[in-house]
């Protein structure tokens, strides 16, 4: 398969795209398999066509393949891109210890220092990144300098005065702590003395510097792997991790950064957005650039759009829309069941025929509230599965499966599941599993096209057993979607079934998510397929499987 796909010359840059997932997605699944022609060949093939895939393709495919992927010189490729794409690959990948040391030394010192973040890895590597020394992990300690005066007005509350930091002979002689770790210390200090409303407001901070090129490479407030490795000069895609415009601009001017947006990923305390400020600073011996030092806090709430609180509860509205459709839709299919099974007398067939098609579509819609009402309950209150708790998602998937026949039937859709290992036993109730799968495999049956077939695995993996997952490889109609794309309410993918459901393939796709984070699993959107992870409640696995990988 590799060797056809290496002798087709990419016409264009959607055929470059197209080979650089399929390339990519073979040596993740099946690199250690391949020959050493094959792997020299596909190298040079990734490495022609990397100028003409965009960076974002890179990134998503990165996410996509750094869990399921083993094959460290694919991990070293991606890991030597651009920061965006490295830092997307090496946050998750997962190698064997001798992989990692081995791939090590071939990496640039902002891949190191991503991993180094990470709290992960074995200790045999974390010796290994220590023993190559504090700069080779890209963590530059600045010049201690004899007085800084802070500008706190971006951290600290407007009434709060300017703090002057006065480092002692010792610390300039020692180079101790860096100006940034002795400014943190101050503001604790000096945060002491506050009051609680304060206080509040102070810690909701972090501080960080960036070299030259925009990255940061340093971080104190919140792990490293949050924010190492975002850049401030390039602005990132609504609702991606990295800064806005505003701070790119100003970064290409050298000017100051004034309350600019960022957006982190990470724990419930670091992921969100923040408000940063910032100021270039110089080499005082050339006068050359060397990035930039600053805060960040996160916003207050005259700052949110809309002037919305933050305590909001987002599920209010749609809670409220279910309360009103509930009535009305019980009263409609009330009356359709009463003229259907003639309580009140003989009814003619076309009446009759009409009535059992209202009771019908009052079930769809009732289907759709109770997703609606799923979503908005997630979204407020995530549900945690209860002590015990335990599905066997074999019998789910074949009850969906049966559920599905006529919906298949109709639009001629055949679905392959099949099994490698097992047993496969989740952390979930039976309820919700079975509405993440149906609702999963609703949603891509309805844009699969007419004698399509639907195929996908149920898996349990040896060695990683803390997950079994359910992958369903992409359709056609969103086979080159990116994740973007199809978690977007209103896309709408080329050869959408005539009788789709009413709610989209985001809106769908977005509640299999809910659902499955609310027992600790999720749904990942790689480039060739959608794979739904479940927490596994198998026995710690001292079973043996025999796993065939691949999508």
């Known amino acids: 398969m590799i060797a056809t796909i290496l002798r087709q010359a990419p016409r264009d840059r959607r055929a470059s795209i197209a080979a650089w997932r399929q390339i990519s997605d073979i040596l993740a699944q099946r690199g250690n398999q391949l020959g050493e022609d094959d792997i020299r060949r596909s190298f040079h093939a990734l490495a022609v066509l990397r100028p003409e895939v965009p960076e ?17 010189p694919l991990v070293a490729f991606y890991a030597n891109d651009v920061p965006a794409v490295s830092t997307a690959m090496l946050r998750r990948a ?67 005065p300017a703090i002057e930091v006065q480092p002692t002979e010792a ?19 000096y945060q002491s003395s506050r009051s609680h409303t304060v206080t509040r407001a102070a810690r909701s901070i972090f501080l960080f510097e960036t070299g030259a090129d925009g990255v940061i490479r340093w971080v104190d407030g919140v792990t490293r792997g949050a924010a190492i490795g975002l850049s401030i000069a390039e602005s990132a895609f609504a609702g991606e991790p990295g800064a806005d ?6 970064f290409r001017q050298r000017a100051e950064i004034i309350n600019a947006r960022m957006i982190l990923e990470g724990s419930a305390t670091e992921s969100g957005e923040w408000r940063f400020s910032a100021l270039p600073w110089f080499d005082p011996a050339t006068g050359q650039f060397r990035g930039y030092r600053g ?101 789910v998937m074949t009850q969906v499966q049966g559920d599905l026949a006529d919906v298949m039937a109709e639009q001629r859709v055949d679905l392959s599941i099949s099994r490698i290992g097992g047993p496969f036993l989740a952390r979930a109730n039976d309820t919700n599993s079975r509405r993440m799968i149906g609702r999963l495999l609703t949603a891509l049956l309805d844009v699969s096209e007419p004698g399509a077939t639907l195929v996908g695995q149920l898996v349990v993996e040896a060695g990683h057993d803390d997950m079994l997952q359910v992958r369903i490889v992409r359709p056609l109609a969103i086979r ?10 209103s896309f709408s993918p080329e050869g959408e079934a005539p009788g789709a459901a009413i709610l989209s393939l985001g809106f769908s796709l977005r509640l299999v998510d809910s659902l499955a984070r609310s027992v600790g699993g999720r749904l990942d959107i790689g480039h060739n397929a959608l794979t739904l992870h479940l927490p596994s409640a198998n026995p710690s696995a001292d079973t043996e499987l025999g796993i065939q990988q691949g999508e």
């Open 94 to 160: 997962r190698l064997a210890e001798t992989d990692w040391l081995a791939l090590l030394p071939a990496t640039a010192a902002t891949a190191r220092s991503i991993l180094a973040g990470r709290d992960d890895l074995p200790l045999s590597i974390r010796r290994a990144l220590e023993s190559l020394g504090a700069g080779s992990v890209a963590l530059p300690q600045p010049e201690a300098t004899s007085v800084v005066t802070v500008r706190v007005a971006e951290i600290l509350p407007a009434d709060t």
């Open 480 to 489: 080159f979607a990116t994740a973007a794309d199809l978690l977007d309410p």
């Open 245 to 250: 415009g505003a701070a790119a601009g100003a």
């Open 171 to 189: 610390q300039v002689a020692e180079a101790a702590p860096s100006q940034i770790s002795e400014l943190v210390r101050r503001i604790d200090k």
């Open 295 to 395: 805060s960040a806090r996160r916003p207050q709430q005259s700052e949110m759009p809309y002037g919305r609180p933050a305590t909001a509860d987002p599920g209010d509205s749609i809670r409220q829309l279910i309360h009103e459709l509930r009535s009305p839709l019980n009263a409609i299919s009330g009356f359709a069941q009463i003229i259907s099974s003639q309580m009140f007398g003989p009814v003619s067939t076309s009446y009759r025929a009409m009535a059992e098609t209202i009771v019908g579509d009052a079930g769809a819609i009732q289907e759709i509230i109770e997703d609606l009402e799923t979503a908005a309950r997630t979204v407020s209150s995530p549900q945690v599965a209860a002590p015990g708790e335990v599905a066997d998602i074999g019998v």
């Open 56 to 72: 974002k393709v890179r990134r998503d495919c990165a996410e996509s393949i750094a869990r399921h992927g083993r094959f460290a």
